[in-house]
């Protein structure tokens, strides 16, 4: 049987998608279709079924993919394998949200780069979650962080980190509120006050008030900035209050440039994952960074 098309099939397979996967092959979805379609004649049996928006394997098409995938991604481990020991920099491509890829994954990553011999050249990019995962899906990307776990087979999700929420306010707002009110009286102590948020429809904030107060926020936002760091800036400056992840405002919490304006028993967490397109991880260059983030993220709690 033809490595090619077996190749191809199990990317049909894990994209569920002839386009899809004819775009992380390089090849037109003709080709593809023509290259499943010989692989059916061969086995005599068909493995997709074809439906308006994707295919969708058959039993027999399921039982050659968990038969034929593993082979396949340990023949491209020895192909990158040997790739390493003739180039010792292999480029990582990785994309995720801004604020926590530039304060989180790329200092931890950056130790992975350098004239080692071992080291890797990074490139970064930022997103939202979708277009994040998508761009992984289409192969411009190696790894990405995200806080959706994507669904299907073409990429594998592994959790990274859990995100705790604070909500803060400058050291005026404290005074103002007074001193545990907010855990006597709840969200009826925060009504009305202005919010610095990254979007007009409060994500953060919205997320925060059904967790610990099991109610809607009865704010607007005063500044809406699409930047988390941006967001504590402005909450620095007595614009309003904000919720923001624990690590992002921890130094500001420490200097009082920030207060904790509640502390609820259990604190509203958002869980990052790590998401490759499954069978990468046999290149090792991908592998070492996605071993590394897990490994560095055990140390960030």
């Not at 010989?38 to 993919?65: H, K, M, N, W, Y």
């Not at 899906?137 to 990405?144: C, K, Q, V, Y």
């Not at 959706?148 to 050291?171: F, I, K, N, Q, W």
Request: charged share 20%; aromatic share 4%; glycine share 8%.
């Amino acid at each position: 049987m033809d490595l090619a098309l077996l190749r191809t099939f199990v990317t049909v397979h894990r994209a569920g998608s002839f386009t899809r996967a004819a775009a992380l092959l390089g090849l037109s979805q003709p080709a593809v279709t023509s290259q499943i379609r010989t692989l059916e004649r061969q086995l005599g049996r068909p493995l997709f079924l074809r439906q308006a928006r994707g295919v969708t394997p058959t039993s027999i098409g399921d039982e050659l993919a968990h038969k034929a995938a593993p082979h396949l991604d340990a023949l491209v481990e020895i192909a990158e394998t040997g790739l390493d020991e003739q180039s010792s920099l292999r480029t990582l491509h990785l994309a995720g949200p801004p604020e926590f890829t530039a304060e989180r994954a790329l200092p931890a990553l950056a130790e992975l780069t350098g004239g080692d011999g071992q080291g890797l050249a990074l490139r970064a990019s930022f997103g939202k979650a979708e277009e994040t995962l998508e761009g992984l899906a289409a192969g411009h990307h190696d790894l990405a962080i995200t806080t959706a776990r994507p669904r299907g087979a073409l990429l594998t999700a592994t959790p990274l980190c859990d995100e705790e929420h604070v909500l803060v306010g400058a050291p005026r707002w404290a005074a103002r509120i007074g001193p545990g009110k907010v855990r006597r009286r709840g969200a009826h102590m925060l009504e009305n006050l202005p919010v610095v948020e990254v979007h007009e429809s409060l994500p953060f904030v919205s997320r925060y008030w059904a967790s610990v107060f099991d109610s809607r926020p009865a704010a607007s936002g005063t500044v809406v900035v699409p930047d988390l760091r941006a967001v504590l800036a402005c909450a620095i400056t007595g614009a309003g209050l904000a919720v923001l992840p624990r690590y992002l405002c921890a130094s500001a919490l420490g200097r009082g440039d920030v207060v904790a304006l509640h502390e609820p028993a259990v604190p509203p967490l958002r869980t990052y994952f790590l998401v490759v397109r499954t069978g990468t991880l046999a290149m090792p260059h991908i592998a070492r960074a996605h071993e590394w983030l897990l490994r560095s993220a055990a140390a960030w709690g």
